[in-house]
């Protein structure tokens, strides 16, 4: 088991009845699950893919990205959302944050298509000159707005620096199997592709070609990371809550939010999760979030949010709970020195490890937001390695999934993401819009 669940933080807040009250609704999600008989069931592709992957597909993932590594100084990712933020958040997790810093002679990892920012497109532009460049573009429709405008500019770029011919070598596309425009497109230019599968939604897909070609350019280990999830997808088979902890955390999330506890905050304790917890967040946020209904996902990382947020967590309302991430084990070991003169205190610290001191932290401030009334699940993860990234990302997705059955909502769709889409082109005079637009003008 890579990943435990400690419901010890939780005792004051829930009765054992309420989780055998809850049993059926989990059983109900579960059979609506592993019959395909639930909404969304045609996005299902994720729940065998640690074992059904396809494997020509993973062995030309890690060419490219060995070739991405010998030819490059920096690798521009573009996508938005559920197709870039699985990547990032692994790539982060695993080599921590200031990956491009530390990173000897790999690519580093820049990431466009993001966002709407004229700053952000000019940074990456700045970065890139006098470097040699390559672009992973990842887009399922290939029409999104984003990361289409920036493989405009970052083929441009590659075009004019290196030839039509020079920039094939240099352009990888991650997209839809048949269908869409960047699927067209790239065959016509001869761009290497690969498939984002039809049944697998962006938020479901880092460990496709997705996520998966990103981080085999970091140089994480892709076959540990699958493995991990194959692991849990094994583990967490069972409907009973009392044996699956995957299940039992779906369950808990909805105890509690039948108690009005509506905010869920993921707490890492190391900044190298602060992308994780964008990743989670995007999950659980466009899977549940509909309907009028849902969780909202938060995040902090602690100690230093414990110096912002914490003051909210311990006394502000409490309509919350957190979920705590807490890494068992660590390569990483730092001693505080002693200091002769003691001046600030805190020698009684001296030879102790920086890893103890947090652990500590974390008991402290467990004990501290159980007075504060905000009950706390704590995900004991057993280490810092792939394998136990993919079993925890497996084990969010499948909690997530089971989660919003119980809720009552398609954890698979997401359409109130069309709403800002369908105003944005409107205002924006896109041909077709022109209705819209003469209407939301008036209301400006
Ligand atoms: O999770 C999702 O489905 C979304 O976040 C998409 O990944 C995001 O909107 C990008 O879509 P696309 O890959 O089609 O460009």
Known sequence: MALKLNDHYLQKFIRPQEYTNIQPAITAAHKQLVTRSGAG???????????????????????AADKIRKSCDVLIVIGIGGSYLGARAVIEFMNGQLYNQVNGDAPDIYYAGRDISAASMNELLRICEGKDV???????????????????????????????????????????????????????????????????????????AVGLLPIAVADIDIDALMRGANDARLAFSDDNIENNDCYRYAAIRNILYRKGKVTEILVGYETYAQMFNEWWKQLYGESEGKDSKGIFPASVIFS?????????????????FETVISVESSEDHFTIPNDPNNIDGLNFLSGMELDAVKNKAMLGTLLA?????????????????AYSLGYMIYFFELACAISGYVLGVNPFDQPGVEAYKKNMFALLGKPGYEDQKAALEARL
Do not use: M
């Not at 069931?41 to 060419?63: C, H, M, S, T």
């Open 134 to 208: 390559c672009i992973n573009v990842i887009s399922k429709s290939g029409t999104t707005t984003e990361p289409a405008v920036a493989f405009r500019v970052f083929r441009a770029l590659l075009e004019d620096k290196y030839g039509k011919d020079g920039a094939r070598e240099r352009i990888f596309v991650t997209t839809d199997r048949a269908r869409g425009t960047l699927k067209s497109f790239s065959d016509e230019a001869g761009y290497e592709t690969f498939v984002v599968p039809d049944d697998v939604g962006g938020r479901y897909s880092v460990l496709t």
């Open 369 to 385: 937001h159980e007075d504060g009334g905000v009950p706390n699940i704590v995900l004991e993860l057993k280490d810092r390695s």
């Open 304 to 320: 230093t949010d414990l110096h912002s947020l914490g003051q909210f967590i311990q006394d502000g309302t409490k309509n919350q």
């Open 41 to 63: 069931n045609d996005y299902l592709g994720w729940v065998d893919l640690p074992e059904n992957y396809d494997k020509e597909e993973f062995a030309r993932i890690k060419i």
